[in-house]
T-cell receptor, first 114, second 114 residues
């Protein structure tokens, strides 16, 4: 099985622009969650989608949004980029086993905001 | 859980020694505790997990122990090798997410000296 795929791998934007990142989960996985990773803040939860609906959202401003499509692929969007948005954005897909979910991560999109 | 504390932040050991990383959680309802390993420039990878109905789980040179009374769980790596050098994260499912999203500890950078 192919793993979680994120595109693009690297992205350079300037302040004020917007960006869209893509995540294709492992086949059969219906849940996708997104995380922001920075050296100072570690891994922080952004939001989680299941069956095309956002189920949970972390403590991030409304500039961060996302969606999930019927094939479980997910996108996240950041509008009006700020320098502090520079980070590695990771998505994870999960599958339930005996009531517990195991999360598998993609390689991430490294976003640099200049 | 809402909060996971991880210690130490850095750990340096000699090849062949053991390494122990400890995490403390706050949500007494938490019942699943995964550990992730992230090598430099790579994705976080699930290396071991434990459910609350067991106190210890082993997989070759790694083991995880859980103390529900004290609300802490630990990762033990024996006979460390240079390829164990990485950042290790403990995690705890976020409440109300059906365990489909995680809150992470701040990470431990393990350096195994040859």
């Amino acid at each position: 099985k192919a793993g979680v795929t994120q595109t693009p791998r690297y992205l350079i934007k300037t302040r004020g622009q917007q960006v869209t990142l893509s995540c294709s989960p492992i086949s059969g996985h219906r849940s996708v969650s997104w995380y922001q990773q920075t050296p100072g803040q570690g891994l922080q939860f952004l939001f989680e989608y299941f069956s095309e609906t956002q189920r949970n959202k972390g403590n991030f401003p409304g500039r961060f949004s996302g969606r999930q499509f019927s094939n479980s692929r997910s996108e996240m969007n950041v509008s009006t980029l700020e320098l502090g948005d520079s980070a590695l954005y990771l998505c994870a897909s999960s599958v339930g086993t005996d009531g517990f979910e195991k999360l598998f991560f993609g390689s991430g999109t490294q976003l640099s905001v200049l | 859980g809402e909060n996971v504390e991880q210690h130490p932040s850095t750990l340096s050991v000699q090849e062949g020694d053991s390494a122990v990383i400890k995490c403390t959680y706050s949500d007494s309802a938490s019942n699943y505790f995964p550990w992730y390993k992230q090598e430099l420039g790579k994705r976080p990878q699930l290396i071991i997990d434990i459910r609350s109905n067991v106190g210890e789980k082993k997989d070759q040179r790694i083991a995880v122990t859980l103390n529900k009374t004290a609300k802490h769980f630990s990762l033990h790596i024996t006979e460390t090798q240079p390829e164990d050098s990485a950042v290790y994260f403990c995690a705890d499912p976020l409440p109300l997410t059906g365990r489909r999203a995680l809150t992470f500890g701040s990470g431990t950078r393990l350096q195994v000296q040859p």
